[in-house]
């Protein structure tokens, strides 16, 4: 076959093999929830999340919207213009969340997914295969978009009067939206993986620029809780809104294109105009992705088929590690630091949590005191301890799985059950007691628990973590899943680490929850029952020690000695 019947066979568009690959996607997802596998607790408590998420933005953001809409610029009130700031503002949000989303989905579907070693198999186009995996990446970001802005509209429909307009053209923005920020994300998948080759194996550089991002939206979000603060508060926060400020606000949603544009759809603005432009724009982003989709998917392909490339860091030889327990301890902070995913997970959330706690702190306290008239910051602060910290501790929930199939070989050397477990419950302990005394400093020093408090936060703290350690590495010891890959790093979570999370807040809520009300009920009533906090809360720190401890070590050497691994035991 000549290389010009070649082309043509294989260079276009198949589309009755997009629609079988469509076919086997969606047989495989429905599938999913046939088997065991299925992690039906993650599954509602993400719903539970999400749901939670959009009624506290459902709420706040309509008493913001009431207070921005009533904003005055050069002593006129100019509802329309304030319309379109607001909604833009809020779909550029919504665009760069969905861009960030898609880079990393197709990086997924293109770079890792397993299927991608079958495709190259195959009498499968690059084109065939990248529309069949952009329509799948278009339906998951469809939902987004549609809980987005379906959200932001009808919630910003309830603070004004919007026209029939506003209503209709609400599900065609939804429609829209998605192929924008595919179209952007992938022509910026290509520099992104370029970025991730980068910085595969300088692991410190990517530590520290890791967790710099990830503090850097935390601090975004502490002035989005400062925001809600004043909201509940009252309206003192549209003095905020100073003619100087206003003026750059119009600045910057001026140059928030497209987001701009659908806001001026949407407001009514200026519609003509807006809907030439976004025109324009996707057949711009259409024609670009096109251009990029045969280096993508050829790139993709010959990566899946010759795997990692070579170390760009030069290899040192082992210096001897006295003791096995010191060498397995190695192993897993090496482990942990070598993996960038596992390394934000659990190395940049734990250097992180003494901001989380102080910024939630600062917020709550104070709301708490306007609201109430009562002083309760040791009872916080061990609510929030006790729920950042299993936040930071979740990563524990692979305490076996991440191991993989290595975990076979550390079976069959010669050392104890004991050795190999308590390596990692000691290693997690150790960064969790850092993150912990961290934080429990870093309240101390400011103000929001005394000395001594700060010392009894860190304790209990610590306690706790190492509850969730030790119930967390022994069911995932007994519901140990394998990852398939090379690299045996886990892509996604288990049901594992659901229920860690799940018993984390469970544990957060009783019992900050209990010492909370005890201590208002004691403030408000002069009953002097505060120092029940310390008296409850060590008393359910020491038995869930002894519980955790005793899960952890049940008929341990029996199963361990009897572990097949991979999907259970």
Known sequence: ???????????????????????????????????????????????????????????????????????????????????????????????????????????RELFTADDMKLYAAMPLNAKTLFV?????????????????????????????????AFYLLTPVVCILLPLITIAISAVLVMPFQMIKRFLRERYIVTFILVTAIFGALFWVYSIVLNGVKQLLLGDSIRWFFSERVMTAIRSVCGALYPARWFAEIIGGEDRVFGWLYLALLIAACTAISLLVIKSILVRALQSRNE??????????????????????????????FRTPSYMFSYLSVAVIMPLMVYFCMDVSVSLIENLIGVNCNLELALFLTILFGTLTNVFCATNISRDGQMFYTIKALPLNYKTVFFSKIVFCMIVTAVSQIASAVLLAATGSVSFLNGVFLAVIGMLFSFVNIAVATRYDFNHASFSTEDDGEIKESSGTVSVVIIIGMVMSFAIGGMVFILKAFSQLNHTGLGYMTYLITAGLAITSVALSVFYLLFRLDDRYYEFTGGGGI
């Open 307 to 336: 795997g990692y490339s070579r170390s760009v860091i030069k290899t040192k030889s082992l210096k001897k590690i006295d003791g096995k327990f010191g060498a397995l301890l190695k192993k897993e902070f090496l482990m942990i």
């Open 132 to 164: 069949a995996k952009l329509i799948n990446i278009y339906l998951s970001q469809l939902i987004i978009a549609f809980v987005a802005v379906t959200t932001i509209n009808l919630t910003f429909a309830t603070q004004t009067r919007a026209d029939v």
């Open 1 to 107: 076959m000549s290389k010009r019947t070649e082309r043509g066979k294989y260079g276009q568009i198949n589309m009755a093999k997009v629609r079988a690959l469509l076919r086997k996607d969606g047989q495989e997802k429905r599938s999913a929830f046939k088997t065991g596998n299925f992690d039906i607790v993650g599954f509602i408590l993400k719903v539970a999340i999400a749901c939670t998420i959009v009624a506290l933005f459902v709420v706040f953001f309509g008493r913001f919207t009431g207070v921005y809409l009533a904003v005055k610029t050069d002593g006129v009130t100019n509802v329309t213009a304030r319309t379109t700031e607001l909604l833009t503002i809020l779909y550029s949000a919504v665009i760069l969340g969905m861009v960030i989303g898609g880079i990393g989905r197709i990086g």
